[in-house]
């Protein structure tokens, strides 16, 4: 039997992100991951990162390597069937976007906890947590070598994504809301190697629907198209893949390039968001809480903007023995949940062509886009929300 301040379920961007915050005010924890530390490092996810979360990776040792490695840009481009419009992110807001894979600072945090004698067991399953109600809560799971372990901890943080278990218990309090969206469309996403399409995104509409030139090396390129949420990766042969690409994003000045395609995956879309997100000493963040469709990447970066609320609470909370911050934790993170999935709400609906809709909507919903896109005021709007709003910052 062991004990540590905060015990951390899922070694995703909120538990690695909460861990590493928790050190730097001196507080420990240990971080329980039932998959392989190869099977983390490698998942294929999203991979852009907004300016806070690009300037807390700085601003706390761990943002060397994207410095380096990541494609910092300081534009997007939205195309209307091929005919694309520049938002100048950093002219609009100051701030440029990185486009670093999930995975990627996943294996920055990684290695930064565990340098910094930071506790991940991998491949280890939480078999119970009692006693959140309580005034101590014990967790037991079943480590890698399939030994039984009981860990007692003052708080226990689940970050252990979408199918999380331990938003039961929160929503069985009185009043727990979970609000949910289905959307009637998916993404096919494919990584081929290939040089790089043109060095900024495109987010594109067409009637055939959307498409996305996204970027992962100079010789790796990430591409998504619109599909049916029924579609598997049977139906989408490459011929197919590269027709739809070449037809919805192609003009006179650019065209999509091509290469051997090594990874198809359907993605689903879903909006989720859980309010309250904790009851007594449990605490939800991340995925766990909520979900964001895919469009614009907001997924990563809202994680990090619930731990750099949950962060600084429970250090007060275990160093001072002051519970405020901590008790409004889901009232200070779910107002910028409601933002960004609206952001990721408006954009999809944007973009993307509805099957069935009636001709008047298809219209409507270009000339929204190009309403936004043909003035200032819509275009830094979008600037902002896409490059993200400041993290919260408080006095420990
Ligand atoms: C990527 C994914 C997104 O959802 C997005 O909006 C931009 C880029 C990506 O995986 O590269």
Same mark, same amino acid.
């Given at each position: 039997?062991?004990?540590?301040?905060?015990?951390?379920?899922?070694?995703?961007?909120?538990?690695?992100?909460?861990?590493?915050?928790?050190?730097?005010?001196?507080?420990?924890?240990?971080?329980?991951?039932?998959?392989?530390?190869?099977?983390?490092?490698?998942?294929?996810?999203?991979?852009?990162?907004?300016?806070?979360?690009?300037?807390?990776?700085?601003?706390?040792?761990?943002?060397?390597?994207?410095?380096?490695?990541?494609?910092?840009?300081?534009?997007?481009?939205?195309?209307?069937?091929?005919?694309?419009?520049?938002?100048?992110?950093?002219?609009?807001?100051?701030?440029?976007?990185?486009?670093?894979?999930?995975?990627?600072?996943?294996?920055?945090?990684?290695?930064?906890?565990?340098?910094?004698?930071?506790?991940?067991?991998?491949?280890?399953?939480?078999?119970?947590?009692?006693?959140?109600?309580?005034?101590?809560?014990?967790?037991?799971?079943?480590?890698?070598?399939?030994?039984?372990?009981?860990?007692?901890?003052?708080?226990?943080?689940?970050?252990?994504?979408?199918?999380?278990?331990?938003?039961?218990?929160?929503?069985?309090?009185?009043?727990?809301?979970?609000?949910?969206?289905?959307?009637?469309?998916?993404?096919?996403?494919?990584?081929?190697?290939?040089?790089?399409?043109?060095?900024?995104?495109?987010?594109?509409?067409?009637?055939?629907?959307?498409?996305?030139?996204?970027?992962?090396?100079?010789?790796?390129?990430?591409?998504?198209?619109?599909?049916?949420?029924?579609?598997?990766?049977?139906?989408? @042969?490459? #011929?197919?893949?590269?027709?739809? !690409?070449?037809?919805?994003?192609?003009?006179? =000045? %650019?065209?999509?390039? /091509?290469?051997?395609?090594?990874?198809?995956?359907?993605?689903?879309?879903?909006?989720?968001?859980?309010?309250?997100?904790?009851?007594?000493?449990?605490?939800?963040?991340?995925?766990?809480?909520?979900?964001?469709?895919?469009?614009?990447?907001?997924?990563?970066?809202?994680?990090?903007?619930?731990?750099?609320?949950?962060?600084?609470?429970?250090?007060?909370?275990?160093?001072?023995?002051?519970?405020?911050?901590?008790?409004?934790?889901?009232?200070?993170?779910?107002?910028?949940?409601?933002?960004?999935?609206?952001?990721?709400?408006?954009?999809?609906?944007?973009?993307?062509?509805?099957?069935?809709?009636?001709?008047?909507?298809?219209?409507?919903?270009?000339?929204?886009?190009?309403?936004?896109? @043909?003035? #200032?005021?819509?275009?830094?709007? !979008?600037?902002?929300?896409?490059?993200?709003? =400041? %993290?919260?910052?408080? /006095?420990?």
């Amino acid at each position: 039997m062991s004990h540590t301040p905060v015990a951390i379920i899922g070694a995703g961007p909120a538990g690695l992100t909460l861990s590493h915050l928790l050190h730097r005010h001196g507080v420990e924890s240990v971080i329980l991951e039932s998959r392989s530390r190869a099977d983390v490092e490698e998942t294929v996810r999203a991979g852009v990162l907004e300016q806070g979360t690009m300037r807390l990776m700085r601003e706390t040792g761990v943002g060397e390597r994207m410095d380096r490695e990541a494609d910092i840009d300081d534009a997007i481009e939205i195309s209307i069937d091929g005919r694309r419009t520049r938002i100048g992110l950093t002219e609009l807001t100051g701030h440029h976007m990185a486009v670093y894979p999930q995975h990627e600072y996943l294996k920055d945090f990684i290695a930064k906890r565990l340098e910094d004698g930071g506790a991940i067991h991998f491949e280890t399953t939480v078999d119970d947590v009692t006693g959140y109600d309580g005034d101590e809560v014990t967790v037991t799971y079943t480590d890698a070598s399939g030994a039984q372990q009981t860990l007692t901890c003052d708080y226990v943080v689940a970050g252990d994504g979408s199918k999380s278990p331990y938003r039961t218990p929160v929503l069985e309090l009185d009043g727990a809301v979970r609000d949910r969206h289905e959307y009637p469309y998916a993404w096919f996403g494919i990584l081929v190697n290939a040089p790089q399409t043109q060095k900024e995104l495109i987010y594109g509409t067409h009637d055939n629907g959307f498409a996305l030139i996204s970027t992962r090396t100079p010789t790796v390129q990430r591409y998504y198209l619109q599909c049916n949420p029924e579609d598997t990766v049977e139906q989408w @042969s490459d #011929e197919r893949i590269w027709s739809e !690409l070449h037809t919805r994003v192609d003009s006179e =000045d %650019l065209q999509v390039s /091509e290469g051997e395609i090594f990874d198809k995956a359907v993605l689903r879309f879903r909006s989720a968001v859980t309010d309250p997100m904790q009851r007594g000493r449990l605490f939800l963040a991340g995925d766990a809480a909520h979900t964001v469709p895919p469009t614009g990447a907001k997924g990563l970066n809202l994680a990090v903007a619930d731990v750099a609320v949950l962060a600084p609470g429970l250090v007060r909370a275990v160093k001072k023995g002051n519970r405020d911050l901590l008790d409004e934790y889901s009232a200070l993170a779910v107002p910028r949940i409601w933002k960004a999935q609206h952001f990721s709400y408006w954009m999809s609906s944007m973009l993307h062509s509805v099957p069935g809709d009636p001709h008047f909507q298809t219209r409507r919903r270009i000339a929204e886009l190009e309403s936004v896109l @043909s003035t #200032e005021a819509g275009r830094t709007y !979008l600037a902002q929300q896409y490059v993200g709003l =400041d %993290l919260p910052r408080f /006095e420990i």
